[in-house]
C-alpha cells in the first residue's frame, strides 16, 4: 500500500510521503517543490491532539469497548513500562471520546425496530440523583422513555423532559416501523396509539391489577428487563451529568448493539466512518 496521502495545503493537489524523523516524529511531506508543506502524521486524525500514544490509545479504547475504563481500574492497570499512569484527566478525555464515537454511529444509522409481525413493548423510567443545593439533600429526576422489540432484542432509548402525547407519541412514529403490535401500560399518553397513521396495533397490561392481562397476555416483562439493565450500567458510570444524557445513551445502545468478539473491530469500522484516510 502506497504510505502517503493528499496535501492538505489550500489549492494543493499535490502528493504527501510518509517520514520519520527524529526531531519531530513522524510526518508526512507534500513532494511538490512549489509546496513542500510538513504536517503531523496525526494530523486530521482520530488521534489528532492527544499525548497518548496510538499503542496506548488502541489499549484504551480495548477497555472501553469491554467495559473496563472506569477511571479507578484504568489508573490501577494501565500502566507504562517507565512506570507511570495515564493521567485522570487523559481518561475522563478518551472516555469521552468513545462515546462520542456511539453518538456519531446512531445519528448516521437511526433505530427503527418491529414492522408486521413485530412486538414492541414500550415504557418510560426516571433515573434519580441526588445532590445537595444550598444545605438541603434534593432529588433530580431523569426520565427515559424507550421500546424494545420482543424478537429480536433491538433497543431504542431517549431522554425526555415530558412524558405527555405531544412528546412521546412522534417519538414512537421515529423509532417503531409501522404495522407493529405495541404493548404499553395505562399511562394516558399512549392513548392516541391506536389512532396513529402508522397502523399500530395496541394493547395494554393494567399494572396496579396484573403483570400480565388475563384476557389478552399482554405484558412489559422485556421492557422492565431493560430498564433493570439501563440502570445497572447507569449506577456503574458513577451517575450520569445532565449535560452527557446523549452521549451515556448511546454508549449504552451502542455496547448493547455490538457486545461480542467484533466490538473491537466495529469500533475502529466507525472511526474510519468519521476520520477517512486519503491514500
Given at each position: 500500500?502506497?504510505?502517503?496521502?493528499?496535501?492538505?495545503?489550500?489549492?494543493?493537489?499535490?502528493?504527501?510521503?510518509?517520514?520519520?524523523?527524529?526531531?519531530k516524529?513522524?510526518?508526512?511531506?507534500?513532494?511538490?517543490?512549489?509546496c513542500?508543506?510538513?504536517?503531523?502524521?496525526?494530523?486530521?486524525?482520530?488521534?489528532?491532539?492527544?499525548?497518548?500514544?496510538?499503542?496506548?490509545?488502541?489499549?484504551?479504547?480495548?477497555?472501553?469497548?469491554?467495559?473496563?475504563?472506569?477511571?479507578?481500574?484504568?489508573?490501577r492497570?494501565?500502566?507504562?513500562?517507565?512506570?507511570?499512569?495515564?493521567?485522570?484527566?487523559?481518561?475522563v478525555?478518551?472516555?469521552?471520546?468513545?462515546?462520542?464515537?456511539?453518538?456519531?454511529?446512531?445519528?448516521?444509522?437511526?433505530?427503527?425496530?418491529?414492522?408486521?409481525?413485530?412486538?414492541?413493548?414500550?415504557?418510560?423510567?426516571?433515573?434519580?440523583?441526588?445532590?445537595?443545593?444550598?444545605?438541603?439533600?434534593?432529588?433530580?429526576?431523569?426520565?427515559?422513555?424507550?421500546?424494545?422489540?420482543?424478537?429480536?432484542?433491538?433497543?431504542?432509548?431517549?431522554?425526555?423532559?415530558?412524558?405527555d402525547?405531544l412528546?412521546?407519541?412522534?417519538?414512537?412514529?421515529?423509532?417503531?416501523?409501522?404495522?407493529?403490535?405495541?404493548?404499553?401500560?395505562?399511562?394516558?399518553?399512549?392513548?392516541?396509539?391506536?389512532?396513529?397513521?402508522?397502523?399500530?396495533?395496541?394493547?395494554?397490561?393494567?399494572?396496579?391489577?396484573?403483570?400480565?392481562?388475563?384476557?389478552?397476555?399482554?405484558?412489559?416483562?422485556?421492557?422492565?428487563?431493560?430498564?433493570?439493565?439501563?440502570?445497572?450500567?447507569?449506577?456503574?458510570?458513577?451517575?450520569?451529568?445532565r449535560?452527557?444524557?446523549?452521549?451515556?445513551?448511546?454508549?449504552?445502545?451502542?455496547?448493547?448493539?455490538?457486545?461480542?468478539?467484533?466490538?473491537?473491530?466495529n469500533?475502529?469500522?466507525?472511526?474510519?466512518?468519521?476520520y477517512?484516510?486519503?491514500?
Amino acid at each position: 500500500m502506497d504510505s502517503g496521502r493528499n496535501c492538505v495545503a489550500g489549492g494543493c493537489s499535490g502528493h504527501m510521503n510518509f517520514r520519520q524523523r527524529e526531531e519531530k516524529g513522524s510526518t508526512f511531506i507534500c513532494t511538490k517543490k512549489q509546496c513542500r508543506k510538513e504536517v503531523g502524521f496525526r494530523k486530521d486524525t482520530f488521534f489528532e491532539g492527544s499525548h497518548l500514544t496510538i499503542k496506548e490509545i488502541f489499549e484504551f479504547v480495548y477497555y472501553w469497548c469491554n467495559g473496563t475504563c472506569q477511571v479507578d481500574y484504568v489508573l490501577r492497570n494501565f500502566v507504562r513500562e517507565d512506570g507511570s499512569s495515564i493521567s485522570r484527566q487523559a481518561i475522563v478525555d478518551w472516555r469521552q471520546f468513545c462515546r462520542d464515537v456511539a453518538v456519531s454511529h446512531f445519528q448516521k444509522n437511526p433505530t427503527m425496530i418491529g414492522g408486521e409481525g413485530k412486538t414492541v413493548e414500550i415504557d418510560e423510567t426516571v433515573i434519580t440523583k441526588r445532590k445537595y443545593n444550598r444545605g438541603r439533600l434534593v432529588n433530580q429526576n431523569y426520565w427515559f422513555f424507550g421500546g424494545v422489540e420482543r424478537e429480536s432484542g433491538e433497543v431504542f432509548l431517549v431522554h425526555v423532559e415530558r412524558r405527555d402525547a405531544l412528546t412521546l407519541l412522534p417519538i414512537i412514529q421515529r423509532y417503531i416501523r409501522p404495522g407493529t403490535t405495541i404493548i404499553s401500560d395505562l399511562w394516558r399518553a399512549y392513548g392516541g396509539i391506536s389512532r396513529l397513521p402508522e397502523g399500530y396495533n395496541h394493547y395494554t397490561v393494567n399494572h396496579s391489577q396484573n403483570f400480565v392481562d388475563p384476557e389478552t397476555g399482554a405484558h412489559t416483562n422485556k421492557i422492565e428487563s431493560e430498564w433493570q439493565k439501563f440502570k445497572m450500567r447507569h449506577k456503574a458510570e458513577y451517575g450520569t451529568s445532565r449535560t452527557l444524557l446523549v452521549e451515556y445513551v448511546a454508549q449504552y445502545l451502542w455496547k448493547k448493539k455490538f457486545k461480542g468478539a467484533d466490538e473491537f473491530y466495529n469500533f475502529w469500522c466507525q472511526v474510519l466512518e468519521d476520520y477517512p484516510l486519503e491514500f
